[in-house]
């Protein structure tokens, strides 16, 4: 990288990131804030149970857009072990972005995955001590991402998508998630 491309990209960087939240989302509503910083998972689903397969990844998540957004990024496999091909289906190295929507009091989140072109649409919100999140794939099949078994330094993440019989609920995603430590 030049000179040149690199004062762009930290100039890109400074833009894109914050240190707090927006002074105009109140603690009560900020859902994501927790998150911030690097994590760990162990990956027990992806469009298959993977147990056997020992398959980890990695997630970081920081404040953007002068704090109004929480983005984060899904690595899978881990960085440091992404040097052979992947098979499509398992590799993930995708971005979520969420943003506080005060006018329907929820979280409006978006995830691109252009390692495998997926993309959804949903809506975040505390439901007991849990987020979910609900919306659909781009084709339409509605979808629910859930953060259970939330603590400071844990999470339980499942993402599952309706049937085409639209009463069955299966399951495309499993991760359990541990805080990295410094």
Known sequence: MNAL???????????????????????????YGWLIGSWDMDVLHYR?????????GEIHFGRVLEGRAVQDVWIMPRRADRTTPRERG??????????WDASIEAWRVTYLNPANGQRDE???RKIGRDIVQIGM???GTPIRWNFTEI???SFRWTGVALAAD??????????????RRS
Do not use: C, K, S
């Not at 298959?48 to 980890?56: N, S």
């Not at 398992?90 to 943003?99: A, C, I, S």
């Not at 639209?166 to 805080?179: P, S």
């Open 137 to 139: 794939h781009a084709n």
């Open 166 to 179: 639209g009463v069955t609920w299966n399951l495309e995603g499993e991760f359990v998630a541990r805080r």
């Open 151 to 153: 603590t400071a330094d």
């Open 48 to 56: 298959g149970d993977v147990r056997e397969q020992h398959l980890t």
């Open 5 to 31: 491309d690199h004062d762009l990209a930290r100039g890109f960087h400074a833009a894109l990131g914050a240190p707090g939240r927006a002074a105009g989302i109140d603690a009560a509503d900020d859902l």
């Open 90 to 99: 398992l590799d993930m190295y995708g971005t979520t972005l969420r943003v």
């Open 122 to 124: 949903l809506i975040g």
